[in-house]
């Protein structure tokens, strides 16, 4: 089966830079209409630019997938430019790492705020659309770290954690309009979030990873490709880990 995403439209939140951006590139190699979408205005310019570049067909919307007007917004701009949506990739996320003692509350809330409410707010915006058309893929970024929990990490695990449980549950809710519902969990990929590590500490990720390599944001968005694809539509309310066999 030809994989083609011909007159599909896919929004990528966070897909300024990162995994969110190689995602939402991947789905345009694939012949898909893309929103672009950030808070961050200088990656989303320079996204705009690689599209633009590449020729791409593409509209690029600024959110803050925390703020509910904005996630509204978001949504009304999609429809008024292409009158349907068809995947969504919840992948907008951030670290605020620390200990729990020495944990700030508006380092829990930051975090639980984007990652997890972040990912309740564009679902529930753009429900009632899918519910309309009876279609639509769901993906949301979770992390192996939401399965395997990480000291030092309490947020972003709580956080990751909550969004498998609202994809499964939101997966039996939208599984009679035709609507699938899946969580991707990567492990350890190479992206500006993980540049932060120090060396020490990717040395002992390797250890634990039995593909001995760091994963790519390829990696992940092949896994999206496949979950918004047809040859997924009897798949609704998984995890796929892409993590090279860290988790097992
Ligand atoms: P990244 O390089 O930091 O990219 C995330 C993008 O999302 C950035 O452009 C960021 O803007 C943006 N963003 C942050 N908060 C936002 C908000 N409230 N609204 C809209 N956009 C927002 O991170 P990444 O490594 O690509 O991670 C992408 C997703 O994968 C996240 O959900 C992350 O938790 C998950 N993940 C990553 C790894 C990994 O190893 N990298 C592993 C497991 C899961 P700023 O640059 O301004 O922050």
């Not at 092949?222 to 798949?235: G, M, Q, T």
Request: aromatic share 6%; charged share 20%.
């Amino acid at each position: 089966m030809e994989l083609t995403f011909k007159d599909k439209v896919v929004l990528v939140t966070g897909s300024g830079r990162g995994i969110g951006r190689v995602i939402a590139e991947t789905f345009a190699e694939q012949g898909a209409t893309i929103v672009l979408s950030d808070y961050n205005a200088e990656s989303l310019k320079a996204a705009k630019q690689v599209f633009t570049e590449k020729q791409y067909p593409f509209i690029a919307i600024p959110c803050d997938v925390t703020d509910e007007e904005q996630v509204a917004r978001l949504i009304k701009e999609i429809m008024g430019s292409y009158e349907h949506i068809d995947i969504i990739v919840n992948n907008a996320g951030i670290t605020r790492d620390t200990l729990l003692m020495l944990m700030k509350t508006d380092q829990w809330d930051a975090v639980i705020n984007t990652n997890l409410k972040g990912v309740f707010l564009v679902t529930k915006a753009v429900s009632r659309q899918l519910i309309k058309q009876r279609s639509g893929k769901i993906i949301n970024i979770s992390s192996v770290i939401g399965i395997m929990g990480n000291a030092g990490q309490s947020n972003y695990a709580a956080s990751k954690a909550g969004v498998i449980g609202f994809t499964k549950s939101i997966a039996k809710e939208l599984a009679s309009r035709g609507i699938t519902v899946n969580a991707i969990a990567p492990g350890y990929i190479e992206t500006e979030m993980t540049h932060v590590l120090d060396e020490k500490a990717k040395e002992a990720l390797l250890t634990v990873i039995p593909l001995k390599r760091a994963g790519s944001s390829k990696d992940v968005a092949n896994a999206a490709l496949f979950l918004a694809s047809p040859l997924a539509d009897y798949i609704t309310g998984q995890v796929i880990k892409v993590d090279g066999g860290m988790v097992m």
